[in-house]
């Protein structure tokens, strides 16, 4: 996601960059995970981490977002939905000069704010068919709280398990519109591949969907791990 969907060639001057990584294990090497989440922050990219069920290794989800701030918990995949809200406001958070402050009373008006936003996507067979739908339609029930089209908020995606999976990827001027948009990712496949490579979804993200080549300027980038599993890498 780092390379190709959010580089600085890709993105427009000032826009936040915001990945958001989707993935139900813990890294199989979480060093490496570790410093791909690093590389990303370091690139400008905005994490935050989510994990799913009881077993989730906090420390991990707190190296993968960089802050407390950034890490959400839920118990199960059906508990997803019940952040929806939160995660979109902490997304505006993102945003916001020195002179804001950003809660749910003013959260319209900063949804019209620019931003880069990548999404990474675990489709390991770790995640049953059910859960993994429940991820797409958290995605989608995401989105909906964003202005999404050309000079609002820009949308990657890109699902992974032992690689990424680049035949349902899209990049940032793929869609212009919500509608495209939630479309697109209503169609994307489970792969349920071995492994859960979450280095390689992150490494992807920023070097390909969020990097330098591809945002624009001065825009936020975001970057969001959803885990319920350790990564293998």
Do not use: W
């Amino acid at each position: 996601m780092r390379l190709y969907q959010l580089n600085n060639a890709l993105v427009r001057p000032g826009v936040p960059k915001v990945g958001l990584v989707l993935t139900d294990g813990n890294s199989q090497y979480k060093d490496i995970t570790e410093a791909e989440a690093k590389a990303a922050r370091d690139s400008g990219i905005h994490m935050f981490a989510v994990g799913v069920g009881r077993g989730i290794d906090d420390q991990e989800l707190l190296r993968i977002a960089g802050d407390k701030l950034g890490v959400n918990h839920v118990d199960n995949f059906d508990k997803l939905k019940s952040i929806v809200q939160r995660l979109a406001v902490q997304t505006c958070e993102s945003t916001k000069t020195s002179k804001d402050v950003i809660n749910e009373d003013i959260f319209p008006e900063c949804q019209k704010r620019s931003l880069e936003l990548g999404i990474v996507l675990d489709s390991s067979a770790s995640i049953l068919m059910e859960d993994f739908n429940k991820s797409i339609k958290f995605i989608q029930a995401f989105l909906q709280q964003l202005v999404i089209d050309k000079d609002s908020v820009r949308v990657a995606i890109i699902p992974y398990s032992e690689d990424v999976h680049t035949k349902n990827s899209f990049n940032l001027n793929t869609y212009t519109t919500k509608k495209d948009v939630l479309k697109a990712i209503g169609k994307i496949s489970h792969e349920q591949g071995s492994g859960t490579y979450t280095n390689k979804g992150i490494k992807y993200m920023r070097e390909r969907q969020l990097s330098n080549a591809v945002v624009r300027p001065g825009v936020t980038r975001i970057g969001l791990v959803i885990t319920d599993g350790v990564s293998h890498e």
